[in-house]
Each structure stands twice: as C-alpha cells, then as structure tokens.
C-alpha cells in the first residue's frame, strides 16, 4: 500500500469502479479500497447474510429461505435499457464478457387503479386498452413523429423546434389527452416527476426513442435487461477490468480516511491501519468525504420476498411497474421492480419485489403503501424499508483533488449513473469518452 | 464433434504460478520473470478428448487475491478450478488449503477441482511439500493432484486434459437459459475463434 499512484478510488459501487475501469485502461496506476469486505458500496447485491447483518445485526439469518449464498439483493434496484449508456460502456470496455444478462419480461404502468401493459409503438398504441379510439390515432401520429424524428434532418421534425418548444406544447399540437401524456412522460420517457413538462421537448423525445430502441433492440417483452447474480455482478466486473489492467484492489479497510494537504487543502491520499499511500486525486463516494457533500434528497426502497408472481402482470418473472406521481396524488413517481429465480437472485420457487420512490414526507414507511398493495396478499414477507440520503458534492474536485461521485437517485435506469460517471472522466482527465468507437487498449486485450 | 464451452478459473498465492502454467498452457510460452498480471480479460483453449472437444475460457485472478479483495463473479458459472501452490513453499500449500474450502463452501457440487504443486522442476533441497503430503490430501477432498511445471512443461497438458476429461458431459455449466448478447455481432465471431 505504502505506494504511490495516479489515483487512489475509495468505494467499489458501480460509479467508483467503472471509474477505476476506465482510468486503469487509460494507464493510470490505480489503488482502490473499499471499508466493506465486499463489493459494490452503496450499489451491492448483498445475499441474505450479508442482508441480516446490515438490517438485523447480531441476529443470524433465518434458514428456512434455503442456502444464503444464492440470494442476491439489490440495494439499488434498477434495470438496464436495452440500447442505453450502461449497455454501450459494457460493451466499449467489453466487461459484457464477464457476465450474462437476461430481458425483462414486462414493463408496466398503472392507471385508475389497474396494471397495463405499457404500449411503446405505433402499433402497440392501437392495440393499447389505455386510451379511446380517438386518443389511440392521437397518441400513434405522436409515435410516429417521435420514431422518425431525426435533430440533423430539418424534413423530420415538422417545423418544431423542440430545443424551444417545451414538452407540453409539443403534446397539445398532437391533442394529447392527460393520460397520454402521463404514460408517454413517466412510463416511456421514465421521467420521476412532471417538471420535464415545461422543458424543452427534446429531451423527452430522445428518452422515448431510447426506449423503442431499446425495445426493438432484444426484441422482448420490455426495453430493459438484467444481469444473472444480481446489479452487484456490474460493480465486480469494472472492477476485474481495472485488475486485469494493474489495479490494486483492497477490500475491508474500515478505517481508510483521506489525507489532506494542511496548508492547500488538496487531497494527498489516504491512510488505513498505520499505512498511507499518495496519489495525485482521490476519487470516491460521498461517504468517504465528510463535509464535502450536501444531501438533494432521499430514496425509499422497500425489499421484499414473495412466493409468487407480482399479479396481473402475466405471472412474469422479472417486472417493472410504473405508479405515475399523478395516480398516488404525489410529486414524484414510485416503482416496482420484480424479478426471481429466472435472474440467479432468489432460491427457487421464490420472487423478489423492491418498491422504491423519493421520500416526499417524514414517513417514507407510509409512502410506499400503493406500491406494496401490487404485490399481491400473502404469502408475503416485508423484509426491509431502507431509506438513503441523495448526495452530491458541493465542488467539482479540480480544486481540492476530490472527484465524488453523486449518490444514486429513484431513476429505474442507469442512464444518469454512467452520465455522471462520464461527467466525473471528463473532470479528472480533460477528454470526453466516445463509447461510439471501441478504445484501443480494450481492442488489444482481445486479441 | 460436440464442442462444450467450460469456464476454469484459477486460484493460489501470489507467485505459485497461475499465470505461468496458463501461459504454457495456452501459447507454450515461460518467461522467469512473470509480470503479476497477464494483461488480459481470459484466455481460452481447446482441449480433444475422446468424446468432445472441450473450449476452456481460463480466468486468471489478475492479482485480486493478493488482499483477500477476488470478487464472487470470479468463481459464478465455473466448470472447473485450478488450485496452484508452490512445491518450494509451505505456506503456499497452506493458502490453496484455504482457497479449497473457499470452493467448498461456494457449493457447486459438479465443479472440477484440480491441485496443482508448481515448479516440480526445482532441485530437492528447494521442496518443502511432499508429493505424498499433497496426494494424501487431494484424496481426502475430492481433488485430483498433479505436480507441474510451467517451465518444462512438464504435466501441464496433461492437467488440462485430465480437467477435460472429468468435466460431466451433460450439463452444459456456464450457461442457463436463454441470455441476450450485447454484442451479438462479436459474440458471434468468438465461437468461430477456435476448435
């Protein structure tokens, strides 16, 4: 340890250790250091162990869920778009070849109390019991207009400026009912809230087309896909590319703190159990930076194990559901992520249910109450309520060599985990990652 | 010929000399001074066995070990192990001890393990593990023994072979159910890569 390096990364969650991917490929001499003696921080799959010693300290697992190795919870729980930036930094770095992803077999939307299937296409709009006759012609044009939109082909985007034009205009010129609109702004554009309404539209047309592409990409019964073993397998997997690229990984260093310069206070390294080690920037999550942060908000997240499919979604193994905020009479939209056995996360015969959202009141416990009334009578056993401060740092590091990375937000995806981890790069080195084009190192190490 | 993919990963202490048999293994290559890392994701080799050609995909730790830090990814869907030690180092025999009841305790019933005492090359004076000592304990736990040398070359096919052979012909071990491929268009040219 007692060494000198590039970078020093404190905490293996997906952001520190995607970082530490790129930057060992990059030909950085990385030292990265977790206080846990596993991987994945904030973003682990904790197996019910693991689980019972961070809800239930002191108390042993129960066994009568079988063996606790083959549990895997999220403690973020989101699902990957098809055609999104996880899938296409996966794919740069090839670290897909360290793991095996499955589809998700449904995507879900409730409205006036029911479970829909959520119709992403032109076609699927007419067949689509959510909306009228009327609407369902409606709601296909805009479909249509999103699909050939095209920002470099002035003949595509019928005189709309949508860098101009907000989201809410653009859904009035195709006479949009409300409804409508709420599905295509929160169940295909993935929006948490309504805010994006009175927005430039561009955004949200490129998150809709996000979804058909992805959609279309595995051809499946949703546009999301998830890794066997659980999210935790994607923290390992960046990390075993910075291994295989010469980084140095510690786990279990309880003790790790960063050193500071006394008189520039700028970053020097770190120290753990009487050892130091210098680099010239620290990278990490908020948790290694006390004072340095500030918190945007909170995250509610409820772990459940069912012994059966969530209802009324086609007894499928692996869910979302989406509550717009409009439906539950709240600011913000909550989500309900299934999946089982058919993932490697759960003994067999077993599902498991996560139900998350932003904390809008001083009892996130209550708040969750529409999403938990979707899993369906017991058997059920509520596990866990666990409730998480949003984080983000106050500077952005080229000060005082401190690049933190945001806490993770109640978004179903990933795309503003890796935008982050992009924005943090660009930060630390200057450049801008093309994950359009294969970089040179990976393309070496496979051949 | 039927062609079974079969992911092996390999495991010991630092310098007993992972890297080296896979690199004899694989491009018939030694060099004495090892860099700690082979610089690469995994290697893989074909391996013809009477019945099937088996294509090994071989998982190097890349240095993970060294801080009790390999990730469970590392073991998940593996057909086969190789536990390496040193025959000049105790200490190493007592580490892939360690890492064996590692394995043990992961369950994988059908996994393949194989105990390999490196360096079998070095002068007598320079052994601190009995071949016998190490037999005797392979036997005890299910393992099968081979003393190696990545230098000479010496038993290193015939390690991989004899993994080949043992691998149970039915189950296909790495992969379950229908996956997606990320890159289908790659995904595609890696099975025509050999065999």
């Known amino acids: 340890m007692d060494q000198d390096y590039d970078a020093i990364i404190l905490g293996t969650g997906l952001k520190e250790c995607l970082l530490a991917g790129l930057l060992s490929v990059e030909g950085m001499k990385i030292l990265h250091m977790d206080r846990n003696s596993y991987y994945g921080g904030e973003s682990a799959s904790l197996n019910l162990r693991q689980l019972w010693e961070k809800f239930r300290p002191g108390e042993p697992e129960p066994t009568h869920y079988g063996r606790w190795q083959d549990w895997a919870f999220d403690m973020v729980p989101k699902f990957m778009m098809g055609n999104g930036l996880l899938v296409r930094t996966l794919v740069h770095t090839s670290v897909h070849n360290y793991l095996q992803f499955k589809a998700v077999d449904g995507s879900y939307v409730v409205k006036g109390g029911k479970t829909y ?31 050939d939109y095209d920002e470099t082909k002035p003949d595509t985007t019928k005189g709309h400026n949508l860098n101009v034009m907000t989201s809410r205009e653009l859904f009035a010129k195709f006479g949009l009912q409300d409804g409508t609109v709420e599905f295509i702004g929160h169940a295909l554009a993935l929006n948490v809230d309504d805010a994006y309404l009175d927005r430039p539209a561009l955004k949200m047309v490129k998150a809709v087309k996000l979804y058909e592409e992805s959609l279309a990409r595995f051809n499946t019964g949703s546009p999301y896909i998830y890794p066997l073993y659980g999210l935790g397998e994607l923290p390992q997997g960046f990390a075993r590319l910075s291994a295989v690229y010469g980084g140095t990984y510690m786990l279990a260093k309880p003790d790790v703190e960063v050193t500071y310069d006394p008189e520039t206070k700028r970053a020097t390294g770190v120290t753990s159990e009487g050892e130091s080690a210098r680099a010239k920037f620290v990278v990490g999550d908020p948790s290694y930076f006390p004072g340095k942060t500030r918190r945007i908000g909170r995250v509610v997240r409820a772990i459940c194990i069912l012994s059966h499919p969530i209802p009324n979604c086609g007894d499928a193994h692996s869910v979302q559901i989406i509550l717009p905020q409009a439906q539950t009479g709240r600011q913000s939209d909550m989500y309900v992520f299934g999946c089982s056995w058919a993932h490697n996360v759960c003994a067999k015969g077993k599902y498991l249910a996560f139900v998350s959202t932003t904390v809008e009141t001083a009892n996130p416990h209550l708040e969750i109450e529409p999403g938990l009334a979707l899993l369906g009578a017991s058997p059920f056993v509520l596990f866990f309520i666990n409730v998480t401060d949003v984080m983000t740092p106050i500077a952005d590091g080229k000060e005082d060599g401190c690049f933190i ?13 890796v935008l982050d981890v992009l924005d943090m790069y660009t930060r630390i080195t200057g450049k801008t990652l093309d994950l359009s084009e294969k970089d040179p190192a990976a393309a070496a190490a496979e051949r | 010929m039927s062609v079974m993919q079969a992911k092996l990963v390999l495991l010991g202490d630092m310098g007993a000399g992972k890297s080296s ?5 694989v491009k018939g290559q030694f060099f004495d001074y090892q860099e700690s890392t082979i610089g690469a994701a995994f290697l893989t080799q074909c391996v013809a066995v009477n019945d099937a050609t088996v294509k090994f995909e071989i998982w190097d730790t890349a240095g993970q070990e060294r801080y009790h830090s390999l990730a469970p990814m590392y073991y998940r869907g593996a057909a086969a192990a190789i536990i390496v030690y040193d025959i000049s180092s105790q200490s190493s025999f007592a580490r892939a001890k360690s890492w064996v009841k590692e394995l ?37 736990n299910g393992l ?13 096919n015939d390690l991989f072979y004899e993994i080949a052979r043992k691998l149970p012909r039915t189950a296909a071990p790495s992969t379950p159910a229908p996956g997606v491929v990320l890159d289908s268009r790659r995904g595609a040219q890696t099975k025509s890569a050999c065999c």
């Open chain 1, 117 to 147: 299937k959520v119709p992403a296409t032109d076609m699927d709009a007419l067949k689509s019991s959510l909306m009228g006759m009327f609407e369902k012609r409606r709601a296909r044009s805009f479909f249509m207009y999103v699909q």
């Open chain 1, 405 to 417: 990375s945001a806490g993770y937000d109640a978004t179903t995806h990933f795309e503003s985990t």
């Open chain 2, 21 to 25: 048999l896979v690199l004899r293994f």
């Open chain 2, 104 to 140: 043990q305790r992961q369950g994988n019933a059908s996994l393949v393990m194989a105990l390999a005492g490196n360096k079998a090359d070095l002068s007598a004076e320079k052994r601190e593990v009995e071949a016998s000592e190490a037999e005797a304990y392979a036997e005890e």
């Open chain 2, 144 to 156: 099968f023994f081979m003393e190696t040398s990545a230098k000479t070359a010496a038993n290193v």
